[in-house]
């Protein structure tokens, strides 16, 4: 019996492996400073709590249609309305279990063997195997400081090439905390719209992001380019990443396909779930969403002056997604040997750069910011000691 190809290249998600080691820690009695995650610790808002308890009264929970319940459908549609003024056609939405399921519906939709899918070094993992999955090509487009480490409209006309099927982003992204300027992002999707490519935008962080300098929330790209592909999930801005949940707007040509595709891969998301996050849109769920997103800002700043003072240089100010990348070069300690170390002997978990490509692999290290306070001095104060013992060798 054979394994298949795809499952023997597959690579790990570090950031999870690194994340059971650090319970296996925990199980053995030590108290590990958990920040390898991006997980928010403050949970579902209470009011969807509460709507899941009360179906899980004992009534028959059936699958739901493919594409989500209507009316959370429904849900989602107003609230693009009323949080970025965009009209978007609930019959668009199609509701999966988490973003994860999401970016895997629209890869196998749209990517087909020799097709090149452009993104980011760094950039979220899990892309980059999904891609490799149906046979696309991943081809990883060099970013600098001068970008905030992200794509921009001249670096994927640089990488462009005819097998180009489609460009990913993630705004704000994973590792990096920081987002595409928005007329940046514009002006790459317009750029691949014409050339007939596809555009995947992942907005899983796009409500954490800092407003505006006007106070207004950050635009969704669906309000410059209708037609891209957008990812999203309850896990983050809701703190809800257990309960796998999320969605993504569709252009029409993609409705029927990847209806067909999620009745097949997965019949429909966890109706339970879908019924609960219906209350993550009363005015008090987004009031409270809203005040977390800016006790946020405030852990944010606990860390990016915490590791600057340990002579550990955040490259690029996170302005939106929880997460501080840092250069560790200074230490002596490729990110790898930092990450293992700082585990072991600190017990401070954190994810190296090696999860999120190659260019900033050996240099950088990701710390995720959404844990309380409390841990976080505690985090920075263990690798304070860490990092002097290391520079005492
Ligand atoms: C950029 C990005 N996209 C997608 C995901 C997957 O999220 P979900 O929990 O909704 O599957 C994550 C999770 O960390 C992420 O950072």
């Known amino acids: 019996m054979k394994i298949a190809y795809r499952a023997q290249t597959v690579e790990p998600f570090y950031a999870m492996s690194f994340g059971q080691r650090a319970a296996e820690l925990e199980a053995a009695g030590h108290h590990v400073v958990k920040l390898s995650l991006g997980e928010p610790d403050y949970g579902a808002p209470p009011a969807v709590r509460e709507a899941m308890c009360e179906v899980m009264d ?28 965009v009209a978007v056609d ?15 519906l629209v890869i196998a939709a749209t990517t087909e063997p020799g097709d090149e899918v452009l993104l980011a070094d760094p950039a979220y993992p899990c892309n980059r195997q999904l891609v490799a999955s ?28 005819e097998r180009t099927s489609a460009v990913m982003m993630a705004s704000p ?11 940046e992002l514009v002006a790459i999707c317009a750029l691949a719209r014409a050339r007939g490519a596809w555009r995947i935008v992942d907005e899983i962080y796009l409500n954490l992001a800092d407003p505006e300098p006007d106070g ?14 957008v990812i999203n999930s309850f896990s983050k801005y809701f703190g809800m990443t257990g309960w796998r949940l999320g969605w993504c707007v569709l252009p029409e040509a993609l409705l029927a396909p990847v209806e067909r595709l ?21 005015p008090a769920s987004l009031a409270l969403s809203e005040e977390r997103r800016r006790d946020l800002v405030e852990r944010r700043g606990i860390v990016v002056d915490g590791l600057s003072r340990l002579g550990l240089p955040v490259t690029v100010a996170p302005d939106g997604a929880f997460y501080a990348y840092f250069d560790v070069s200074s230490t002596g300690l490729d990110a790898w040997q930092f990450c293992e170390d700082a585990l072991e002997r600190a017990h401070v978990a954190l994810t190296p750069g090696r999860d999120f490509g190659t260019a900033t692999a050996r240099t950088h290290v990701r710390l995720s910011y959404s844990v309380s306070r409390e841990e976080l001095r505690e985090g920075i104060a263990r690798l304070g000691v860490f990092v002097a013992q290391l520079r005492a060798r």
């Not at 009534?59 to 970025?84: C, E, K, M, N, S």
């Not at 992204?173 to 007329?183: F, K």
Request: hydrophobic share 45%; with cysteine.
């Open 58 to 85: 004992g009534r028959p929970l059936p699958y739901t249609p493919a594409l989500g319940l209507p009316v959370l459908r429904q849900a989602i549609a107003d609230f693009y309305r009323d949080r970025h003024g």
């Open 90 to 104: 609930p019959a668009r939405i199609a509701i999966t279990s988490g973003a994860s399921s999401a970016l895997l």
């Open 134 to 161: 149906f046979g696309g090509t991943v081809v990883a487009v060099p970013t600098s400081p001068a970008t905030r480490l992200q794509l921009s409209a001249t670096a994927v006309a640089d990488a462009w090439s």
């Open 173 to 183: 992204a994973n590792p990096t905390g920081t987002r595409i300027p928005s007329e």
């Open 216 to 229: 207004a929330a950050v635009p969704t790209i669906l309000a410059g380019d209708p037609d891209a592909i």
């Open 262 to 282: 999620a009745m097949n891969y997965f019949l429909c998301a966890s109706a339970p779930a879908q019924m609960a996050a219906r209350a993550c849109f009363t």
